[in-house]
């Protein structure tokens, strides 16, 4: 480990001049925490390598998908197959059928199901797709949920929209901010009381069911039910966005954990084994609006590509066949967790750690949180310190307070205790 980040520093300031922020994703800029990005040439199991020459300990995992570690062979296999057949046809192939087959196996709730190319996608459409077979207008979302960057969800945005203090983005039209109504998460009197102002007038409520994009934020137990119950006497259309908590929560994702059916649920992340993809699906009479079946439109060119499909089939069919990566990556997380919560404790910090299986957040606060109120209680000016901190001992966090971590497969209790010996000395350095 050459500890100098001389290459990253320049290939940072070479971006600068032709990308906005030197990113193609907000977050990854660095500027919550201060420093310079990390430019990332190649990565394999837990193991993160920059183009200086230095490695880390994965903490992110690409946000999600990367659930195997980096690299696995039967995903590296399975792309190089499929690229040897071509990268694209823009026509049907047998990939996307066992793809969909599948994802409704696993999800009982996704009857029918169509893949795009994004979470973003995913969640612009299902909202699209509530409205056309509600014939209503207005959806109600989460205040600090993130549901990637379409119009009707930059309205109290989590992720990097809070990270950069700007959850209600310019360039939505007042009309489209209009039609997004904002609740607390965690509170269904809220909802029940937005209902009731806006009586037959709501499509769809969507929701992270474990919130991931204002940190870590587990639902409150009966929350999730609560909700359920709105939507039915309502005629509402419940939609779990579970790009991030899908195939990893558990394989059925936060609504198997949970035992609540959503009408709806949006995906990614792991379906594309780290490709470019998205899908959304649902009750059948729901998704039967969709064209060509009904009249909601929607479509794309490189949706069901065959690289992403091959890479998301191998990574789903392997965790099908291997429930023991769940009790891996969940008690390996608990370890870190346990690990992180004595040493707090002892430095006499306020702190909160959430934990949902392999997710967990660290948020330093005294308060406990549950939702974007507590959330932003937290000293990000401590978090940055401590992050950094970490980076300069080879662990790779996710530059902002209000993200999650994700752990791998390819993360063990020998890891467990390197990332804790790093926290002990970057807590003694705040
Ligand atoms: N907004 C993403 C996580 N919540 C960050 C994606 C990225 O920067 O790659």
Redesign the pocket.
């Known amino acids: 480990m050459s500890n100098s980040r001389d290459k990253s520093r320049s290939l940072f300031e070479r971006a600068k001049e032709f990308i906005p922020g030197g990113v193609n ?1 907000p ?2 800029a660095f500027r919550a925490v201060g420093g310079n990005p990390v430019f990332m040439r190649s990565a394999n199991g837990a193991w993160l390598n920059d183009e200086d020459g230095n490695s880390y300990v994965d903490l992110i995992n690409s ?1 999600g998908p990367m659930i195997l570690g980096h690299a696995h062979p039967l995903v590296e296999e399975a792309v190089r197959k499929a690229l040897a057949g071509s990268s694209s046809f823009g026509a049907p192939t047998s990939r996307e059928v066992d793809m969909a087959e599948l994802i409704c196996s696993i999800v009982p709730s996704v009857e029918r199901v169509r893949m795009v190319n994004s979470g973003t996608e995913a969640t612009m459409s299902a909202i699209r797709v509530a409205r056309g077979f509600t014939g209503r207008d207005k959806i109600i979302k989460m205040e600090g949920c ?1 549901h990637g960057h379409g119009d009707s969800f930059l309205i109290a945005a989590g ?2 929209a809070l990270t950069f203090g700007s959850p209600d983005s310019p360039g939505v039209t007042k009309g489209t901010a209009a039609d997004t109504l904002i609740a607390p998460f965690n509170d269904a009197n809220a909802v029940a009381r937005i209902i009731d102002s806006n009586h037959d007038q709501i499509a769809a409520l969507i929701l992270e069911p474990v919130v ?2 204002m940190g870590c934020v587990p639902p409150q137990p009966g929350y999730l039910h609560d909700l359920r119950k709105l939507c039915t006497s309502h005629g509402i259309v419940l939609i779990f966005d579970e790009v991030m908590t899908g195939f990893r929560l558990s394989l059925g994702g936060a609504q198997e954990l949970y035992g609540v059916t959503p009408d709806m649920t949006t995906m990614g992340k792991i379906i594309g084994g780290g490709l470019p993809v998205g899908a959304y699906g649902g009750r059948r009479d729901i998704m039967e609006s969709v064209s060509p079946v009904g009249p909601v439109y929607q479509a794309g060119t490189l949706s069901g590509n065959p690289l992403a499909m091959a890479a998301g089939l191998a990574m789903v069919s392997y965790l099908k066949s291997h429930p023991e990566v769940y009790q891996h990556i969940n008690t390996t997380t608990s370890h870190l967790v346990e690990g992180l919560k004595k040493q707090l404790f002892s430095k006499g910090l306020g702190y909160t750690i959430n934990q949902v299986g392999s997710m967990f957040t660290l948020f330093f606060t005294d308060r406990i949180v549950t939702d974007f109120a507590t959330a932003t209680t937290s000293d990000t000016a401590l978090f940055g310190r401590y992050f950094n901190s970490m980076l300069s001992q080879g662990i790779y966090m996710a530059p902002s307070q209000y ?1 999650a971590m994700f752990i791998s497969q390819s993360i063990d209790d020998s890891l467990v205790e390197r990332i804790l010996s790093a926290s002990e000395v970057a807590l003694g350095s705040l």
Request: charged share 20%; proline share 0%.
């Open positions: 994703s977050v990854r946000w993130y992720s990097g991931g994009n993200e």
